[in-house]
């Protein structure tokens, strides 16, 4: 009899032990993923909820928030714009490389967020797709867009680029009465009396009407147009991918060196740590 009960303890050990090493044992070690990851990827210490400021639109205008088009994977948010010179085109390539690299790739949704929807809207996916079939393209109205790029911490500025009206474009690049170029930041600035908004495109003005009270609001593209006076601008913006998890909260930054087998290897240790 008591050799009966000894044996019923052994096993009621062996099955709590099993238990433990299971609910406890196997769940990830946040500081050492976080090591391993890292540089290619920095990992928060707490994911964060962002799926209260993910509302986008597609090509059509069509409000769409960020889970329809993940559906249930995991999600890398790359913020640029079609007409990106060369760090868009360059980034969007290693983004794809990392993608057919990677082991895990079914389970992650590529999404190219445009910060100039004014330019871009329209093209979206047809842009996106053009790195990888599976990428998807959004974008937001502008006000929508501030609000996105804040909650995420996610940079993005115009940067104009003036020429004089009638110029020759031969002359591009050289500099003289006719052929220099300016680069200024467009900004908005708030009137503190009455709340009216007032468009300033020069860094001279931008701080005169700071010390007179004004507030910074950010950067209205609406207000840009290509003419012959703009002839063209650019968008600062930032360098770093963003990884949410599939229930959309922040989970890690990609940043620069944005190695694509290493990205790969992060990314797929990230998915099957944290799933």
């Known amino acids: 009899m008591k050799k009966i009960t000894l044996l019923y303890l052994i096993l009621l050990v062996v099955v ?5 090493f299971f609910f406890v044992g196997s769940k990830p ?3 050492e993923l976080k090591n391993t990851v890292a540089p290619s990827a920095s990992l928060y210490p707490e994911a964060k909820s962002a799926s209260d400021q993910l509302h986008f639109i597609d090509d059509d205008s069509n409000d769409t928030h960020l889970s329809e088009v993940t559906d ?5 948010l790359y913020f640029g714009y079609t007409s990106c010179p060369d760090v868009c085109p ?3 390539s290693k983004i794809n490389l990392t993608h057919q690299l990677m082991t ?3 389970k992650l949704q590529v999404v190219f967020v445009s910060v100039d929807p004014m330019r871009d809207l329209g093209k979206l996916d047809n842009f996106a797709s053009a790195f990888n ?3 998807l393209g959004l974008t937001a109205h502008q006000d929508e867009l501030m609000t996105i790029s804040k909650s995420l911490g996610v940079y993005h500025e115009v940067v104009q680029t003036q020429a004089l009206a009638k110029e020759d474009h031969s002359n591009h690049g050289e500099h003289g009465e006719h052929g220099e170029h300016n680069t200024f930041k467009v900004h908005e600035m708030i009137n503190p009396k009455n709340g009216d908004i007032q468009t300033v495109e020069s860094q001279e003005k931008h701080m005169e009407l700071m010390e007179l009270g004004y507030e910074h609001h950010g950067h209205d593209m609406a207000q840009i147009e290509d003419s012959q006076e703009v002839a063209h601008y650019d968008i600062d913006h930032t360098s770093s991918y963003l990884l949410f998890s599939p229930d959309l909260k922040l989970t890690a930054l ?6 694509p087998p290493d990205m790969a290897k992060a990314i ?4 099957e740590s944290l799933r």
């Open 268 to 271: 797929d240790l990230i998915i």
């Open 29 to 31: 070690n946040l500081e």
């Open 254 to 259: 990609l940043t620069s060196p944005h190695e």
């Open 104 to 106: 895990h790739s079914d």
């Open 133 to 135: 079939s599976t990428f």
């Open 72 to 76: 249930g994977k995991w999600a890398l």
């Open 90 to 92: 360059i980034d969007l």
């Open 16 to 20: 709590l032990s099993a238990a433990a």
